[in-house]
């Protein structure tokens, strides 16, 4: 399915760029040469796979290779290892996401090659993007946002413009290549480049998703760059749930549009969102409590207020912490805190931020006074993690277990 669905593309646009780079253009021939050159690797549980992670190039190369090839593609962040699956779903698999999302755990998704094609034909139709010249992708394309809304949309033939950053300097240069751009970001692309004055002139499309979207940061980009900001809501177990299409600026900011069509929602008992459509997946390779993820439903950690097929945002009941947009495991930052200064009573959650892009602080309570939390002890606990999984505030346990 997914491989004719691309062999359509190819003959008709064999010539045509399918992949701008900063070193280049690649064709829709080339692209698919290269693919063609990729070999499987070889998993205990999957068998022969494709890892998709790194850069633009080699993430798109390793999907069509699965596509052309009929084999599972497991994507996987650029700054993460590769999660061997506890188990599999009896169904034939297409592609694995590898997210911590809202539950707060990370865990491997499944999906076949008919959902992946929902998700990614519902975005097309609902953001006319047969409208687009160019998706400009300066954020992950191993996210789910990023991954349907510009390399998984070479499927429709738009050609994707990847970046490595998101920095001003680069985007002005991508951009400079283009008439019209699609853009995709999150609340804190979209602030830095209205706070670097980053020209948007060329973006013909602008769409926001991955944490709640502000009326000020909405209202701005509008006053600044005549940009309309559109809404996008959804998760990545079963995609695009919800969308604001309209031109007119949004009066409530919990306003997340309208959900999209064949894309069906209810609330369970505790206000969390069902969600029922083609695209939700196969499952998890590990349940937890609470969980309900499979076809054709699946019920979100999002508490929303629903009116009629208008969505509003309440709050998360998930233990995810979301950093400007990037969801994080607590447990895995306390394990590292832990391994790192040999103390086992490490709790790390989110609080609110101050910075409504940035959503959420990490806070680390651990299990020591006050008086040794010194900045030199913070460095030293801090040194296995990321930049972006580094406590904001750290608290002393009143009582260590």
């Known amino acids: 399915m997914l491989a004719d ?37 070889l998993c205990e549980r999957l068998g022969p796979y494709f890892l998709a992670q790194g850069d633009g190039i080699s993430i798109t190369c390793a999907l069509l290779a699965g596509m052309i090839q009929g084999r599972p593609v497991q994507v996987v962040e650029k700054d993460r290892q590769r999660r061997v699956p506890v188990a599999l779903p009896a169904e034939p698999v297409a592609m694995i996401k590898q997210t911590v999302g809202s539950s707060g755990v990370r865990r491997c998704q499944f999906f076949s090659a008919t959902q992946v094609l929902a998700d990614v034909d519902r975005l097309h139709l609902a953001l006319r993007l047969h409208e687009q010249a160019i998706a400009l992708a300066p954020l992950s394309v191993a996210h789910s946002f990023g ?35 699609f853009l995709p970001g999150v609340p804190a692309m979209w602030r830095a480049w209205l706070v670097a004055g980053l020209s948007l002139d060329r973006v013909s499309l602008a769409v926001c998703a991955g944490s709640p979207l502000t009326l000020d940061l909405e209202s701005r980009l509008r ?4 940009l309309k900001l559109h809404n996008l809501y959804g998760t990545s177990e079963c995609g695009a749930i919800s969308y ?7 009066s409530i900011a919990a306003d997340m549009g309208c959900l999209l069509p064949g894309v069906q929602a ?26 309900l993820f499979q076809p054709p439903e699946h019920l979100t950690w999002d508490r929303i207020h629903l009116d ?29 805190i832990a391994a790192a200064t040999g103390i086992a009573a490490v709790e790390v959650f989110g609080s609110p931020s101050r ?39 750290w608290e002393a346990m009143n009582r260590v277990p």
């Open 244 to 250: 604001d299409a309209e031109d007119a600026p949004r």
């Open 266 to 291: 209810q609330l369970g008992s505790d206000g969390r969102l069902a969600v029922s459509s083609d695209a939700v997946g196969l499952g998890y390779d590990e349940l937890l409590p609470g969980d």
């Open 223 to 226: 006053e600044v760059c005549h």
């Open 147 to 181: 991954l349907t809304t510009t390399v998984l949309q070479t499927l429709h033939g738009l050609p994707t413009h990847w970046l490595p950053t998101p920095f001003p300097t680069g985007m002005a240069e991508a951009m400079a290549l283009h008439e019209r751009v």
């Open 355 to 393: 910075d409504p892009e940035r959503v959420q602080d990490i806070v680390c309570r651990i299990g020591l006074p006050a008086t040794e939390l010194t900045q030199s002890f913070k460095a030293a606990a801090c040194a296995a993690l990321a930049p972006w999984e580094v406590p904001r505030r």
């Open 308 to 336: 009629g097929q208008r969505l509003f945002f309440e709050c998360c009941l998930g233990s995810g912490i979301n950093v400007a947009s990037r969801k994080l495991s607590p447990v895995e930052i306390a394990a590292k």
């Open 5 to 41: 669905r691309w062999f359509q593309i190819l003959n008709h646009k064999a010539d045509q760029p399918a992949l701008w780079h900063p070193g280049g253009v690649l064709t829709f021939q080339e692209l698919h040469d290269l693919a063609e050159k990729q070999r499987p690797q």
